[in-house]
């Protein structure tokens, strides 16, 4: 089955950094893949995400990178604010079916010091 | 945006009794819904998919006679835990996609945090 790994654990970066976390999958059939943020006892929001079509896309200061080639796929977050701080998870969905699940990285726990 | 909801936000109850938990797809429908179970500092663990008028899909593991799942409408699922121990004390989000809409997003519920005593 799909495996995702995701680095790295932890990060802090000084406020207006930028952030990277990289993901990797190990299912070439995997085509979608979003990045969620949580904040502590929320839930997971949808921030960016892309499929295999495509290579990069950008939203604000939020953008995602996809190398289907190595199978990685990294978040990118620029000018970084204090309340960028939170666990952000990747995710890869295995297959075409909008009804299968999603399968988690581990989460980076991102801390943007002010 | 679609919005989901879960019900408790949270439940403390006793070792032995049951607890269920309902998710809605608050303004869209979902023929399939996603349960979850996060431990602390953790990642989302799948426990299984939900499917509208049909059984659930349980992952490797988590034992459906001990969490229960009825996907009885296009816009309620709901997860039942069974004999509930201090072990099954989590926090637990479903999420659901929005049917025929061509879209991928799945919308995460609030969670429930479940504690046992």
């Known amino acids: 089955g799909e495996n995702v790994e995701q680095h790295p654990s932890t990060l802090s970066v000084q406020e207006g950094d930028s952030a990277v976390i990289k993901c990797t999958y190990s299912?070439?059939?995997?085509?979608?893949f979003p990045w969620y943020k949580q904040e502590l006892g929320k839930r997971p929001q949808l921030i960016i995400d892309i499929r295999s079509n495509v290579g990069e896309k950008k939203d604000q200061r939020i953008a995602v990178t996809l190398n289907k080639t190595a199978k990685h796929f990294s978040l990118h977050i620029t000018e970084t604010q204090p309340e960028d701080s939170a666990v952000y998870f990747c995710?890869?969905?295995?297959?075409?079916?909008?009804?299968?699940?999603?399968?988690f990285g581990k989460g980076t726990r991102l801390s943007v010091i002010a | 945006g679609a919005v989901v909801s879960q019900h408790p936000s949270w439940v403390i109850c006793k070792s032995g009794t049951s607890v269920k938990i309902e998710c809605r797809s608050l303004d869209f429908q979902a023929t399939t819904m996603f349960w979850y179970r996060q431990f602390p500092k953790q990642s989302l663990m799948l426990m299984a998919t939900?499917?509208?008028?049909?059984?659930?899909?349980?992952e490797q593991g988590v034992e459906k006679d001990k969490f229960l799942i009825n996907h009885a409408s296009l816009t309620l699922s709901t997860l039942t835990v069974t004999s509930a121990h201090p072990e099954d004390s989590s926090f637990y989000i479903c999420?659901?996609?929005?049917?025929?809409?061509?879209?991928?997003?799945?919308?995460f519920g609030p969670g429930t945090r479940l504690t046992v005593l």
């Open positions: 939900s499917n509208e008028g049909s059984k659930a899909t349980y």
């Open positions: 299912d070439s059939a995997s085509n979608y």
């Open positions: 999420s659901a996609r929005e049917s025929g809409a061509g879209t991928d997003t799945q919308y």
């Open positions: 995710a890869a969905r295995p297959g075409f079916s909008g009804n299968t699940p999603l399968v």
